[in-house]
């Protein structure tokens, strides 16, 4: 465990704007998942574009992966649960994503990728999420990471909520990941029944909350279980904005809650989206086409 500073108190909690229900949909050659972060609310999770949460004990849900396809102009960031997922794209880059470790692609300028089961059983569960670049690197060269689940830093609370800190910071420890212009911040929370949780959050970021085991509560507002909570960040009447978002896990609880808390410095800049392809323009949209048409990205 790495050791952690608490943070002050929070003085303006963000309450809860909007509860979200996932799609469920296929992905892949046939991947059912849930997808929650949906196209419509890009501007508004901005920098975010998508979050699918994707979990069966059922081979046939699973078993034909996401063979080669595609990517431009953003970052995929695959979270896994439960399950063995093997990567390999056109840059050259291949790793094994095991239980609770993550995969950081950059697409960049282009590549083309596959993630395929290694298990022909058991469950497989875990979460993507897409994650934009800035204009100035939309068409930067291709990035991955493999981040095994020993190098995510992991701290515990006085109230024993246990903190794995993907990206971004807190409570004065690093994630494993940071980024200067979007700075996410990703956190997956375990808190046991009647536990607190202060996070700090700078007021323009933009946040939502994901319980994928039990509920949590957002001041007095809960959020059930495979829903996500979007956060307000308006500006208070006193002219202040919020400094942060506090989660309870109701005392009523029979088990640990599972969290993920994900924040980020919204871009304010065009989002053109085809499929796997993420540009500012739909002309650049096009250029995108025409280039993976032309083998370009391979």
Not at 211 to 218: A, I, K, L, N
Not at 251 to 272: D, Y
Request: charged share 20%; with cysteine; proline share 8%.
């Amino acid at each position: 465990m790495t050791p952690s500073t608490p943070s002050p108190a929070l003085q303006h909690p963000r309450t809860l704007e909007r509860l979200v229900k996932g799609q469920a949909t296929q992905d892949g050659a046939g991947v059912k998942l849930s997808r929650v972060l949906t196209q419509d609310l890009q501007r508004r999770l901005d920098p975010y574009l998508m979050l699918d949460h994707f979990a069966s004990d059922q081979p046939d849900d699973y078993i034909a992966g996401f063979p080669n396809h595609p990517h431009r102009g953003f970052e995929t960031v695959t979270y896994m649960i439960a399950g063995r997922m093997r990567h390999r794209d056109s840059a050259g880059h291949e790793g094994l994503l095991q239980n609770g470790g993550v995969q950081w692609m950059t697409a960049g300028r282009g590549l083309i990728h596959s993630e395929l089961p290694e298990q022909e059983e058991g469950l497989m569960e875990g979460f993507q999420l897409w994650l934009n670049l800035p204009s100035q690197d939309k068409l930067c060269a291709p990035g991955y990471r493999d981040i095994q689940s020993d190098e995510i830093p992991e701290f515990e609370t006085p109230e024993g909520v246990r903190v794995r800190v993907i990206a971004g910071h807190s409570h004065a420890v690093a994630g494993a990941m940071q980024r200067d212009l979007t700075q996410p911040l990703y956190l997956d929370l375990s808190l046991p029944p009647g536990s607190r949780f202060e996070q700090a959050l700078p007021s323009e970021h933009n946040a939502f909350v994901y319980p994928f085991r039990e509920s949590v509560d957002v001041q007095g507002q809960t959020v059930p279980p495979q829903q996500m909570a979007i956060l307000r960040n308006t500006e208070l009447a006193t002219g202040q904005g919020h400094d942060g978002v506090a989660l309870t896990a109701p005392a009523s609880n029979t088990a640990t809650a599972r969290v993920l808390l994900i924040a980020g410095r919204p871009l304010r800049e065009g989002i053109a989206q085809y499929g796997p392809f993420v540009m500012n323009t739909q002309e650049e949209v096009f250029q995108a086409i025409r280039d993976f048409q032309a083998g370009l990205m391979a």
